[in-house]
């Protein structure tokens, strides 16, 4: 089997959608790629600003004997973790050619980006590690 073959077989796992129910309706979902998943997780990384110590000569010094600091600012944490969702969201509601945007998943009722995520999430087979949002959305098991 050629490479070109073996991609066109595995991307064919996105294409493998799941009907769900919120709020009484049926909604189609599909699991991320592994590139969305690549941009969610440097979309949630804008919220931290890592500082680290350069020694005396100009060369980063280790971990154990230098200041490293992480600043975490809530607010532009609380965004970027929302965009993240709501990209995600939208990702994965998008199927068969329809591109559903992220304002769109913005403007549905509370809590419910966060029940089509959590499900976005389990068929993606994504875990925690993969994202911090998950954290933060995943409903208590």
């Given at each position: 089997?050629?490479?070109?073959?073996?991609i066109s077989r595995l991307t064919k796992g996105i294409e493998a959608t799941e009907?769900?129910?919120?709020?009484?309706?049926?909604?189609?979902?599909?699991p991320l790629t592994s590139g969305e998943l690549s941009e969610l997780q440097t979309i949630e990384k804008k919220g931290f600003v890592m500082k680290v110590g350069v020694g005396a000569k100009g060369k980063r010094t280790s971990v154990e004997t230098s200041n490293t600091d992480v600043d975490i600012n809530a607010g532009d944490f609380t965004?970027?973790?929302s965009e993240?969702?709501?990209?995600?969201?939208?990702?994965?509601l998008s199927i068969g050619g329809e591109k559903i945007k992220p304002e769109q998943?913005?403007?549905?009722?509370?809590?419910?980006?966060?029940q089509i995520f959590n499900e976005i999430v389990r068929i993606s087979n994504l875990t925690n590690n993969d994202l911090?949002?998950?954290?933060n959305f995943r409903?208590?098991?």
């Open positions: 089997m050629s490479n070109l073959e073996m009907m769900i129910t919120v709020n009484g309706e049926e909604v189609e979902i599909r965004h970027y973790q993240a969702l709501y990209k995600a969201v939208a990702w994965g998943i913005q403007d549905l009722p509370t809590g419910v980006p966060e911090t949002i998950i954290k409903k208590e098991q």
